[in-house]
């Protein structure tokens, strides 16, 4: 199927800084961009998304841009907590297909206090 | 509303049996997932469920069914347990308002299957 690749698989970053996790897609009629948290042994949850006529959307201390031209996307976290520690998970979504998601394979970031 | 539910949250199986996992939303969504998640390899799609009384094949369907019971159901079958199914198994669903648009995915706690 088509590939969502996501960088870094691993980050770490003290607490008040800001984190930065990229992914790239390769189905140019992808059009729905969501990014998940998951927390150890839980579902993943939505915690912002994106669509393909906006550039740039943001929710308090997140942030997504997506830029269709270069087929990536990123998400911006300002100010992290300890609770934002968790993995984190792009997918951008599959054409045809029901509206189902082709998910990257996660960052699992730790927020040092 | 208990969102997405799945059952059971752990099960231990042999080589060659078989079971069903339970997903069942209370949100009246149209749209259903069956997606695994291996270490390192996030989540895939296994089967999926644009509607009521149809079931489409994802990124990885051998050796799992689906039925989709009812708008609010759809259980995944393994018939013949392997060692390589185990992993965890997650059920999602969405609301899918339109064709054209694509909406929040709700996601279950997972099942957690040991195959040995």
């Known amino acids: 199927g088509e590939n969502v690749e996501q960088h870094p698989s691993t980050l770490s970053v003290q607490e008040g800084d800001s984190a930065v996790i990229k992914c790239t897609y390769s189905?140019?009629?992808?059009?729905?961009f969501p990014w998940y948290k998951q927390e150890l042994g839980k579902g993943p949850q939505l915690i912002i998304d994106?669509?393909?006529?906006?550039g740039e959307k943001k929710d308090q201390r997140i942030a997504v841009t997506l830029n269709k031209t270069a087929k990536h996307f990123s998400l911006h976290i300002t100010e992290t907590q300890p609770e934002d520690s968790a993995v984190y998970f792009c997918?951008?979504?599959?054409?045809?297909?029901?509206?189902?998601?082709?998910f990257g394979k996660g960052t699992s970031l730790l927020v040092t206090p | 509303n208990a969102g997405v539910t799945q059952t059971p949250k752990f099960q231990v199986l042999k080589t060659g049996q078989s079971m069903t996992l339970q997903c069942a939303q209370d949100?009246?969504?149209?749209?259903m997932y069956w997606y695994r998640q291996d270490p390192g390899m996030g989540l895939r799609l296994i089967y999926y469920s644009a509607s009521e009384g149809t079931t489409d094949k994802g990124e990885v369907p051998n050796g799992y069914n689906v039925s989709r019971l009812n708008k609010r159901e759809f259980s995944l079958r393994l018939e013949s347990a392997a060692p390589s199914q185990t992993s965890v198994y997650f059920c999602?669903?969405?609301?899918?308002?339109?064709?054209?648009?694509?909406?929040?995915?709700?996601f279950g706690p997972g099942t957690r299957l040991t195959v040995l």
């Open positions: 994106i669509r393909s006529n906006v």
């Open positions: 949100m009246n969504h149209n749209s």
């Open positions: 999602a669903s969405s609301l899918r308002v339109s064709s054209g648009s694509t909406d929040t995915q709700y």
């Open positions: 189905d140019s009629a992808s059009n729905y």
């Open positions: 997918a951008a979504s599959i054409r045809n297909s029901g509206y189902a998601l082709n």
